[in-house]
């Protein structure tokens, strides 16, 4: 038969494989019944078409098939294995081979591929690979030893030696050495023979083997297991084992407590029974409804009571009744799992009470506690409290003894000046003699304003006095004390002023805060003899937990306002006592030493602070500390004098409730000068009658410190409940704040505080009744 209608036969009857003939430029010529099957196209849609259809998009792109041509053309032929298509679009696997086909003058005419199926058997392959795959990763990376062992016999079929085939990591690290291709009686000839014989029984019989073994070689035990594996002529057999020497040296231990625990028990329990009958504390077991289940001989020796006397009671029997409610609550602390500890009072036997402080533990059913008499440490400590409170009272009434020494010093030359004054008054004018009278008036007025001033020092330095607090421009009020501070200090020292911009109002009492800024530059002007510089500073301070805990004040926002110096400065003993009453280290005559004292109170009333920062040599900062407003500052405006306030309208009448007729007095020509009609009374019953009558009052002036059962912030609410418009003026030399209302008064409401210009008083109440 001709090679070509041999070729066709072939073509025609292949049924398992596809045969595609092409000619030289890829077209395909024929096309059998396995090409239909296997990729789908029939023999008519194929025939004519390029081979290219067969081959995946990612192989035409690449131009595979005409690679397959050359090379065929060349050598012959060509294979290949590779992904193709099917006419439904689907791939499949395939190997092919290409073979040239000659004509009858030996000329090449085409080519015949042939290609088979085999996409089963690579996913069959890539299954098993796979497995492989996961298999080993299992084996590499398991804990369990696990090596693969031939095992070789003699002649007369007895186990002699075994080579190790493979080994897992797990196997190496526990062995200690690289076994993989070793026969064991290379390394380990001395190997105990119960090894060979235990896995050559596995390799001849097939059953497996479960065993533990210390192996002398490694000086460790084993848990092993063998089974036999692949071909029986092979005999290989797989091993498994672990390491378990810790479990094996731990029972070992175990057994040996054991053998001995008896014994221990024995010895702990006299050590015990020591402990409990020896005890200086009280021990007991009590159940958790409060009922004692056992009690040690120290309960005999200090309270009095045998062990019979107490086992079955309740222990509230032996505890004085004050104290029955936490006892009670430690039991019940003590059954939910707690550690109660509390301190308690216990009767003893002849009456006498003991302290004892317990600690308790619960442990099953029961509460073991242990007790402790501290009844000679609670009358230490009562002794120790009360020499405490006699040398604190003993501190104060040195304190007070000071304070009074000082005031009657400073008071006594005050008065001096007032009474002599006074005196030479009268007996100028009973002579006749008036020119000198404005200058005995200034002397007796300036006294008293320096009285008044040290009074004003005094509250504040107890943080009682009366404040105006005002949402303040601190800027503003330094800038308006410029000038004052300048000639206070002298051309001899510069100033500086630093006013941060920006900055917030502070709730203040603005008069107070000039007082005690003008302190501060005196004593700072004190501290330069010889000239220097003093530098007024502000800036906005939002102090966090720390920084407040530090400031001992708050946590929020504050204004700081701080004078510093060049001077002397000051040692830290000095520091720390430069804010107590009548404390100076100016020469005598030259301060009271109530000029730091009392910025001290006025910025703690205040609600912020004071610190002071000095060093000897290099000068000495104080800083306030203010509370920060939130809203817009007020706006100044000035008092106008007693002869520039508006006079009354017709008819206006005044209220004065005081229990001091020189202060009526006064009030009341103020008053009359103003066209007022003023009404007087002395006490608050008086007043409260006044209030409640017909009588017209468009205005009530009243001290709060009242006799007749009332202070005047009380009259004063009465007489609201009958007429709700009264306007009321609070005029105070005391520290009566908390009983005004700390600062909230209701509307129509004002205070004065005593002593005060009888400028400032006509001025408030002319606001007062002007607003009705």
């Known amino acids: ?257 054991n053998e001995t625990l008896e014994q221990q028990i024995q010895e702990r329990t006299l050590e015990l029974n020591t402990l409990w009958d020896t005890s200086p504390d009280l021990l007991l077991v009590l159940d958790f409804k409060g009922v004692f289940r056992r009690v040690n001989p120290a309960w005999t020796k200090m309270l009095g009571y045998r062990p019979d006397e107490l086992v079955g009671r309740h222990v509230n029997e032996f505890v004085v009744a004050a104290d029955h409610a936490e006892t009670v609550e430690a039991t019940i602390l003590a059954a939910e799992g707690g550690q109660p500890r509390i301190v308690n009072r216990y009767r003893h036997k002849d009456g006498s009470l003991r302290w004892i402080s317990w600690v308790a533990a619960p442990a099953g059913e029961v509460t073991y506690a242990i007790g402790r008499d501290i009844t000679a440490e609670r009358a230490q400590t009562e002794v120790l409290a009360q020499t405490e409170a006699a040398l604190r009272q003993s501190q104060k009434m040195e304190a007070v003894g000071q304070l009074t020494g000082g005031l009657a010093h400073d008071f006594n030359n005050l008065l001096a000046g007032i009474s002599g004054s006074l005196e030479l008054m009268q007996a100028r004018m009973s002579q006749g003699r008036l020119h000198d009278m404005d200058r005995y008036m200034s002397v007796a007025q300036g006294a008293a304003k320096r009285a008044a001033a040290l009074t004003h020092r005094l509250l504040a330095f107890s943080r009682r006095q009366t404040l105006t607090p005002k949402p303040t421009n601190v800027n503003g009020l330094i800038a308006g004390m410029e000038d004052l501070i300048r000639r206070t200090i002298g051309p001899e020292i510069a100033l500086e002023m630093v006013g941060a911009a920006g900055l917030w109002p502070a709730l203040i009492d603005p008069g107070q805060l000039e007082n005690a800024l003008l302190n501060l530059c005196i004593n700072a002007r004190d501290a330069m003899p010889e000239g220097g510089r003093i530098t007024i500073e502000t800036a906005n301070k939002w102090l966090d937990r720390p920084a407040a805990v530090a400031h001992d004040i708050p946590e929020g926002q504050y204004l700081s306002l701080c004078v510093t110096d060049t001077g002397t400065g000051m040692s830290p003993a000095v520091v720390a006592r430069v804010f107590e009453p009548f404390f100076t280290t100016k020469p005598i005559g030259q301060g009271t030493g109530l000029g730091l004292s009392m910025i001290h109170g006025f910025a703690k009333q205040s609600g912020g602070q004071v610190r002071i920062y000095s060093e000897l040599g290099q000068g000495t900062t104080v800083c306030l500390y203010m509370p920060r407003h939130d809203g817009e500052a007020d706006t100044d405006e000035t008092a106008p004098t007693l002869g520039e306030t508006a006079r009354a309208r017709q008819g206006e009448t005044v209220l004065i409730v005081d229990d001091e007729p020189s202060v009526r007095m006064l009030v009341t020509e103020v008053l009359e000068d103003l066209g007022y009609t003023a009404i007087e009374a002395a006490d608050s019953v008086a007043g409260l009658k006044l209030l409640q009558s017909d009588m017209r009052i468009d205005l009530l002036v009243t001290d709060v410190g009242l006799p007749g059962g009332m202070n005047g912030r009380q009259m004063a609410d009465a007489g609201r409940q009958r007429r709700a418009d009264l306007k009321v003026l609070f005029i105070t030399g005391y520290a009566e704040n908390s009983v005004i209302g700390n600062g909230h008064l209701e509307p129509g409401m004002a205070v004065l505080t005593k002593p005060f210009a009888m400028e400032a008083l006509a001025s408030r109440i002319k606001e007062l009744t002007a607003s009705r």
């Open 1 to 257: 038969m001709p090679a070509r209608h041999h070729l066709q036969h072939v073509i025609d009857n292949a049924i398992d494989f596809a045969v595609i003939v092409i000619d030289l430029d890829g077209i395909v010529t024929d096309w059998n019944g396995g090409a239909e099957r296997i990729f789908g196209w029939p023999h008519q849609e194929i025939v004519g078409a390029s081979i290219e259809r067969i081959f995946t998009d990612e192989d035409r792109a690449e131009g595979r098939h005409r690679e397959e041509m050359r090379l065929a053309l060349a050598e012959g032929r060509a294979g290949d294995e590779r992904w193709h298509r099917r006419k439904a679009g689907s791939r499949f696997w395939a190997s092919g081979e290409m073979t040239l086909l000659r004509g009858a003058d030996g000329a090449p005419e085409g080519f015949a591929k042939i290609v088979r199926d085999q996409t089963r058997q690579r996913d069959a392959f890539e299954r098993l690979r796979r497995s492989q795959d996961r298999f080993r990763a299992l084996v590499e990376t398991m804990e369990t030893a696990f090596a693969i062992v031939e095992v070789k016999f003699d002649a007369e079929d007895r186990p002699v030696d075994y080579r190790f085939l493979e080994a897992n990591p797990a196997f190496e690290r526990q062995a200690g050495v690289n076994l993989r291709g070793k026969w064991v009686t290379e390394f380990a000839p001395d190997l105990e023979r119960f090894w060979f014989e235990t896995y050559g029984r596995v390799a001849w019989t097939g059953e497996p083997a479960n065993f533990e073994n210390y192996a002398n070689t490694f000086e460790r035990w084993f848990d092993v297991r063998a089974i036999r594996v692949g071909d029986p002529a092979e005999r290989q057999i797989a091993i498994f084992f672990n390491d378990v020497t810790a479990r094996k040296c731990a029972e070992e231990r175990l057994h040996r407590l």
